[in-house]
Nanobody
Framework: QVQLVQSGGGLVQPGGSLRLSCAAS????????RGWYRQAPGNERELVGL???????KYAEAVKGRFTISRDNAKNTVHLQLNGLKPEDTAVYYC??????????????WGQGTQVTVSS
């Protein structure tokens, strides 16, 4: 059984910073793509950014230059650094990972979600 557990998030003023983390645990043979998505009230879940092996990153236009994804392979953890936060970044943020428990069994997993609120 694989789990993704998120930490971080909270309330921050515009222009502020936050760091989200997502740790994978369980029977893990390999982790391929990892990423972050967000969902604001009344909106569909949208991609924030992805990191693929070895360390290629891709970001949504709305967050480019402000958000950074990094990974710690030794700890099976991925981080999302959010800088220059804007009120429109307010959303529930979800981490995602494509994980194989063996060479032939890969599935997509989601974290539990964490609220990020940007407000003065």
């Amino acid at each position: 059984q694989v789990q993704l557990v998120q930490s971080g998030g909270g309330l921050v003023q515009p222009g502020g910073s936050l760091r989200l983390s997502c740790a994978a645990s369980g029977t893990i043979f390999s982790i391929n793509t990892r990423g972050w998505y967000r969902q604001a009230p009344g909106n569909e879940r949208e991609l924030v950014g992805l990191i693929t092996s070895p360390d290629t990153t891709k970001y949504a236009e709305a967050v480019k230059g402000r958000f950074t994804i990094s990974r710690d392979n030794a700890k099976n953890t991925v981080h999302l650094q959010l800088n220059g936060l804007k009120p429109e970044d307010t959303a529930v943020y979800y981490c995602y990972a494509y994980i194989g428990s063996s060479r032939s069994n890969f599935y997509g997993y989601w974290g539990q979600g964490t609220q990020v609120t940007v407000s003065s």
